[in-house]
């Protein structure tokens, strides 16, 4: 059935529902209400406006007084329940209000209540009249999204007229029948109905959350299915013997691995031993050592004549890491090329034929790595710096370079415990939760803005004292850029400081809305200390490594999650001199109290934990969304509990019917049919 064929859809309308992405019967029985307005319960004349937010009001019309006012019509109607009286007050364009009410009539009417002098008054968004004799029987209205050419309203017409038809459309219920039974969610059916007419809030709410529900069913049981895929996979270079390999590594360093290094390492020398392809997160805090667990890998794959890649999100950042690796890997005779975009035509055409002959076995890069050009002698070992910056498609493009290498996934983000699990169950995860020793904590302070001058002059001191750097973030580009938040902009600020506190500083400007070049000679020029104080947005967030920048200053600090200040503040104490971090905020914020967490606590992990708490995630969801394509009903972040059920029980169904043959979870298996990207779970159909 086409929705053409529905009844009161002709072509136009048709149309009109295409650009809502409705376009067959299903699409619009899963177009569900984001909200319902209340119009159950009629509050009487005397207590209306004593609770906030809209009202209805039932009352007999006994006066209407109307003008108009170039092209704004402005009507009041007073009205008299058995209570006692109040107004209700029609103003604005296009109403058409004028001429409708008479003395005498029964109004059904909704809005805004204020409380004046002389009764209350409601500013109408929603009326009817109704018959003399006729008693309100009001509903819960559903809203839904809609546009110009289709109302809400037209809609829930749509749905209420064809509601059986669309239901022999509906998909059958992911969710098996003992699982349902054991919740006690409704039958599907019954579940749509409710979505789209409830009769109380509460029932739409349980009926939204089996949605849900199914629809984190479905992921988390791809995700176990792909891991029992990944496990069957073979074709990866099997890298025996790492054991020697990394007391060779350690021989030759000029500090001892960390207790939490050595066992990430081994975790991964683990799975470079076999065929099965390895696919490993690994996440630790800014300067918890990463980057020599990487070279670790690739010493390992160098011993056994297999190439490297490490790919970075930025090309600054991919130098940085060629700079750190070089010296790292050289001792073992290890030739690391960088290849990069801004490299002269003669030193690419170098770099790549170095990679192609085998003669280089670790390349750096951004996407430049992915262009066709590149060729590798023999790349087994993909290394991929901050994943969520690349899409799932480009890491696939990195892997068809190399047959089936293994890949590791380096980010400093770090995920919470009590999600990683469940969330991420198609990668193994590692992490290193402890600091190399000897690293001077940050000293961060709180900050009303009211302090900010001190705040200033201390960074002026420190550049003047000891030529040391700052950052300055903000958290909007330029000031007014969405209105009335009040964010102080970089660009504004940026010019106000150079003026003011640091004149006769240098002060460099950096965001997202700069050209790449521009961005990359700014960082540069900071990164070799031609700029005192760098005013940006998060742009420097990732990654990057200025040692003898020492203070971190965020304006707006209130506006951000705590793992994302806690990254920021990892952007300094890179070197050996104190650093500080100041994380300032409006006066009249109430937020001190949760940033005043990160005094407390310099763990990355006990912070994500923290703001998942507080924020329900924040910014986690970049990384997830990169594993998990975008769900429609639910949000794993934040209905974590429910996703939690719902892994518990996909993991329940696995155990005892990988193959989903049984028919309880026909539904089940048909979901995970239907669904274009979970194509390489291999479910015979
Ligand atoms: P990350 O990439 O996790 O932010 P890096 O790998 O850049 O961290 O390491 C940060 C600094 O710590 C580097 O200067 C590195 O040489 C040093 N480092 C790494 N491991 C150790 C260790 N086990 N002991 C002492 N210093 C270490
Ligand atoms: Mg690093």
Redesign the pocket.
């Known amino acids: 059935m086409t929705l053409r064929e529905l009844a009161g859809i002709g072509p136009k309308r048709a149309l009109a529902f295409a650009a809502l992405e409705i376009e067959t019967p299903r699409d619009l029985l899963e177009h569900f209400p984001f909200r319902y307005d209340d119009l159950r319960e009629a509050t009487t004349a005397t207590a209306l406006g004593t609770r906030g937010g809209e009202e209805n009001a039932v009352g007999t019309v006994l006066a209407v007084r109307e003008r108009r006012a170039r092209a704004i019509e402005i009507v009041e109607v007073d009205l008299r329940d058995e209570s006692g009286v109040f107004r209700a007050k029609w103003i604005g364009r296009n109403r058409y209000a004028i001429g409708r009410f008479k003395v005498g009539m029964r109004l059904f009417v909704r809005g805004r209540v204020e409380r004046s002098l002389a009764g209350p008054v409601i500013s109408v968004s929603t009326y009817r009249i109704l018959e003399r004799d006729e008693r309100y029987r009001g509903a819960l209205v559903p809203i839904y999204h809609a546009t110009r050419e289709l109302t809400s309203k037209t809609i829930a017409a749509a749905i209420a007229r064809n509601f059986p038809h669309l239901l022999e459309e509906a998909p059958p219920d992911p969710i098996p029948p003992a699982i349902l039974q054991r919740i006690g969610y409704e039958p599907i059916e019954r579940a749509y109905r409710i979505l789209h007419a409830p009769e109380a809030p509460e029932d739409a709410r349980r009926a939204r959350e089996r949605f849900a529900f199914g629809e984190f069913l479905v992921h988390a049981f791809a995700s176990l299915r792909r891991r029992a895929v990944r496990s069957l996979e073979r074709g990866a270079e099997a890298m025996p013997d790492a054991r020697r390999c990394i007391e060779e590594l350690e021989c030759d360093?000029p500090?001892?691995?960390?207790g939490a290094?050595r066992r990430v390492i081994d975790e991964i020398a683990r799975d470079l031993a076999g065929e099965v392809p390895m696919n490993r997160l690994v996440q630790?805090?800014?300067?918890?050592?990463?980057?020599?667990?990487a070279a670790a890998a690739m010493l390992i794959a160098a011993r056994n004549n297999v190439q490297s890649a490490l790919m970075a999100p930025t090309e600054l950042l991919a130098l940085q890491h060629a700079q750190?690796l070089g010296p790292l890997l050289m001792p073992f005779g290890i030739a690391v090329q960088p290849v990069l975009g801004s490299q002269r035509a003669s030193e690419r055409r170098e770099a790549l034929r170095r990679l192609g002959s085998g003669e280089a076995a670790v390349a750096v890069g951004t996407h430049a790595l992915l262009t066709e050009s590149t060729e590798f002698f023999r790349l087994g070992l993909v290394a991929i710096d901050e994943q969520h910056r690349f899409g799932v498609e480009q890491r696939a493009r990195l892997r068809a370079k190399g047959g089936t290498p293994h890949t590791l996934h380096?980010t400093?983000t770090p995920i919470p415990r009590t999600l990683s699990q469940t969330l991420l169950a198609g990668l193994d995860i590692s992490s290193?939760d402890e600091l190399?020793?000897?690293r001077t904590p940050i000293e961060t302070y709180v900050l009303r803005m009211s302090r900010l001058e001190r705040a200033y002059r201390f960074i002026r001191e420190r550049v003047e004292k000891d030529r040391q750097q700052a950052y300055i973030v903000c958290a909007a580009i330029e000031s007014d850029d969405d209105e009335g938040t009040g964010l102080i902009g970089a660009v504004e600020e940026a010019e106000r400081v150079a003026a003011g506190p640091f004149a006769g500083l240098r002060v460099g400007l950096l965001h997202g809305r700069m050209p790449g070049d521009a961005k990359d000679r700014t960082m540069r020029q900071f990164a070799a200390g031609e700029i005192d104080v760098l005013v940006a947005t998060t742009v420097v967030e990732v990654?990057v490594?200025v040692s003898n920048a020492v203070v971190m200053l965020v304006l707006d600090a209130h506006r951000y999650g705590l793992a994302q200040l806690h990254q920021l503040r990892?952007r300094v104490g890179?070197g050996a001199a104190s650093s500080y971090c100041l994380l300032v905020h409006p006066d009249e914020t109430s937020q001190s109290a949760r940033l005043e967490f990160l005094l407390e606590s310099s763990d990355g992990f006990a912070i994500a934990e923290r703001d998942l708490e507080l924020r329900g995630g924040g910014q986690l969801g970049g990384i997830l969304q990169s594993g998990h394509s975008g769900m429609r009903f639910g949000d794993p972040i934040a209905d974590r509990a429910l996703f939690i059920a719902a892994a518990g029980a996909a993991r329940e169904i696995f155990e005892r019917d990988p193959e989903l043959r049984d028919p309880g979870n026909a539904g089940l298996r048909a979901a995970l049919l239907a669904e274009p990207n979970l194509r390489d779970l291999q479910l015979s159909s």
């Open positions: 360093l500090f001892p691995l960390t290094q630790g805090d800014v300067g918890s050592g990463k980057t020599l667990v750190k380096l400093a290193i190399p020793p000897g990654g490594d990892g890179r």
